[in-house]
């Protein structure tokens, strides 16, 4: 142990408990180190001592006592006696008998039953049913009306010396009773030298006049140069400290945005309350889709229905899914429902954002992006939720094509720190051809999401003539990936350990 350097290293606080504790022996208690050596507050001495015990000079043992004082109605029994005992006396002026009703003149309705419960506890008092309930003193009632009871004598004596330690089967019949006792543990702690603390104690310590934090007035007035500079110990153990910051949730988006946007993507945004014809219906999605069931999508009650106000695109949509229209497909072969294209929902993808956009913008060149949320009804589970982020995105060029597609999502997946990635062959309403995204991950492939080629049925109606490369990912799944959970709740858990601990970057 080199004690010098340990001596140099001490603060004030500690140079005075070890001093305290060479006084008292070797041992004493916060507050004796307090009055000894002059120190504010008790808590001063512990948070010496527990730099000490890091430093192995002292140990702290810890013991905790249960203590009693009196609650609300144990103060009042002190004034005007237990129910038991108040229900005892009546029945000595009565002769010996009373009835239940008889009671109410001494005791509270509320202690009736705990009265009646203690005489026959204590056999002061039999009870039987006649025409009313009536209550005799025994002997032994008889007698207890001049003793004072260990309840008694346990009042008297909390009333007295509040805080009290007691065994607890003594104090057991009062701590039932409820607001008549109140119970509180009190940690004791004693404060020991270790061998080695009392090798530094018999060194010789100093308390003198040093600087243990550097400010600016310090050094402008030169008293450094006068003073003595306690060195740190920069191996010392410190509890770590926490600075608020985004969720990691929040870091991920704003870190996919900025990819986007130096990919050359504008972002759009879009309602949460969509009306099925633009949700579903300009997608192609047929409406008798699995979909669209009830169990499967959010519907709206107010507003139940959104009216469609673009009748030339209704109308085409109407031709597309009946007959193909003049996209050369043959439709889905069914009489098309206004009423069921103007359900109101909430949003299942966001999809319907970039369709509304191609809509208002026709005209090629758009590279769009957009990151919100959806709703769909999904049984919650550790990969599934009902709301949740999609990561949506388009690309409408002249020459856009299916090896286009494949390179965005390759280069955005490489810049998200994901070396391995694959495409394998996929399905969707709205895209031919479909493929969908996989990453390697921790020794296995994960599907992140789909993409493709929107389907003449969907560009037509809307004015578009050229190629519209569509995506759409899943940003939970990512952000599971990234910070390695196994559970998508735990990403809206608040987890403060887990906040804290998750690097920003």
């Not at 992006?369 to 949506?392: A, C, G, M, N, W």
């Not at 992140?448 to 578009?464: A, I, K, M, Q, Y």
């Amino acid at each position: 142990m080199d004690t010098e350097k340990i001596l140099k290293e001490l603060s004030q606080n500690e140079k005075k408990v070890l001093l305290a504790l060479k006084k008292l022996h070797g041992k004493g208690s916060p507050q004796e180190i307090t009055k000894i050596e002059d120190f504010s507050l008790d808590v001063e001495v512990l948070n010496a001592a527990s730099w000490l015990q890091s430093k192995k000079l002292v140990i702290i043992e810890n013991s905790i006592k249960t203590v009693y004082s009196l609650g609300r109605e144990g103060k009042q029994f002190v004034d005007i006696g237990l129910p038991e005992k108040r229900a005892l006396k009546l029945l000595s002026d009565k002769k010996g008998v009373i009835t239940l009703q008889d009671l109410t003149a001494v005791l509270s309705p509320d202690e009736i039953s705990i009265a009646i419960g203690w005489l026959k506890t204590n056999g002061w008092a039999t009870i039987r049913k006649e025409q009313d309930t009536i209550i005799e003193i025994t002997d032994k009632g008889r007698k207890a009306l001049s003793e004072v009871t260990d309840a008694e004598k346990l009042l008297n004596l909390l009333n007295e010396h509040p805080e009290q330690e007691i065994k607890k089967d003594s104090i057991k019949p009062l701590v039932s009773r409820k607001k008549v006792i109140k119970e509180k543990d009190i940690i004791t702690s004693t404060i020991i030298l270790t061998d080695q603390g009392n090798t530094l104690v018999e060194k010789g310590i100093e308390i003198h006049e040093e600087i243990s934090q550097l400010t600016s007035s310090i050094i402008k007035n030169k008293e450094w140069l006068q003073k003595t500079i306690r060195p740190y110990d920069i191996h010392a153990f410190a509890p770590a400290l926490y600075g608020g910051k985004p969720h990691p949730l929040v870091t991920l988006i704003s870190e996919i945005r900025q990819i986007f946007v130096e990919m050359g993507f504008m972002e759009i945004q879009g309602d949460y309350v969509e009306s099925c014809f633009w949700n579903m219906d300009v997608l192609f999605i047929p409406q008798d889709h699995p979909a669209r069931e009830m169990q499967d999508t959010f519907y709206c009650k107010n507003p139940s229905k959104i009216q469609i106000s673009e009748q030339e695109l209704l109308k085409e949509v109407a031709c597309v899914h009946e007959n193909g229209g003049s996209t050369g497909s043959t439709g889905w072969g069914y009489k098309f429902s206004k009423n069921e294209g103007e359900r109101a929902l909430l949003r299942t993808h966001t999809t319907v954002n970039t369709i509304r956009y191609l809509y208002n913008h026709p005209k090629p060149p758009c590279k769009v992006f957009s990151l919100e949320r959806v709703f769909r009804k999904e049984d919650i589970d550790s990969t599934h939720l009902p709301e949740f982020y999609q990561i949506e995105g388009i690309i409408h060029e002249e020459n856009a094509n299916f090896r286009q597609l494949i390179g965005i999502l390759k280069e955005f997946y490489r810049r998200m720190g994901f070396e391995k990635i694959r495409f394998r062959p996929g399905y969707f309403p709205y895209t031919e051809p479909s493929m969908e995204v996989e990453v390697f991950w921790n020794g296995k492939w994960m599907e992140l999401g789909g993409s493709g080629v929107f389907r003449p049925e969907v560009t037509e109606p809307v004015g578009v003539k050229n190629p519209v490369l569509a995506w759409g990912l899943g940003l939970e799944r990512l952000a599971m990936l990234r910070f390695g959970l196994s559970d998508i709740r735990s990403l809206y858990i608040s987890d403060l350990d887990w906040l804290r601990k998750t690097p920003l970057l």
